[in-house]
């Protein structure tokens, strides 16, 4: 089945690719999770409009990706989160709330889409977390994770 990947897909592609992949993993986890839509005559003009979307957030070079993990990575990042007695939260920590975390103590701009948690966080303290800036720069950042 053709597909049009809305969302950068590990193994498959970057947002506007057109790619073939089997049914079954189009129709049951790709089109349903929003990762990618049918691929159509009239989704063509889709695809414009997504790679001029992805240009616009993307990260253009190595040096300019190699400036942005320095400043990165001289970010203190704390996460104030709900946690029990034990030191378990309630739930977990999301890309999403290291991206906000990181924007907050004075960090770039990230994409959630490019923080990497490794494995989930569910208890406080220190973790590390990888940012993909580029393919070949990945930032790599403690996040403290503090009782709120």
């Not at 049914?23 to 990618?36: E, I, K, S």
């Not at 990165?72 to 890309?95: I, M, N, Q, Y």
């Not at 208890?123 to 580029?134: F, K």
């Amino acid at each position: 089945m053709k597909i049009i990947l809305t969302h950068e897909v590990s193994g498959l592609g970057t947002a506007g690719d057109v790619v073939d992949v089997r049914d079954g993993y189009a129709r049951n986890y790709l089109v349903p999770r929003g990762f990618a839509i049918r691929w159509t005559k009239g989704g063509e003009k889709d695809v414009e409009q997504i790679r001029r979307g992805r240009k616009i957030r993307e990260i253009a070079s190595v040096e300019q990706a190699n400036e942005i993990k320095g400043r990165l990575e001289g970010v203190k990042v704390k996460l104030a989160v709900r946690a029990g007695d034990a030191g378990r939260l309630f739930g977990s920590v999301t890309p999403a709330d290291v991206a906000s975390a990181i924007k907050a103590a004075g960090g770039p701009d990230v994409d959630k889409r490019r923080v990497e948690l490794g494995s989930p966080i569910k208890t406080l303290g220190a973790h590390q977390v990888s940012v993909r800036l580029h393919s070949d720069v990945v930032a790599k950042l403690g996040v403290e994770v503090v009782a709120a």
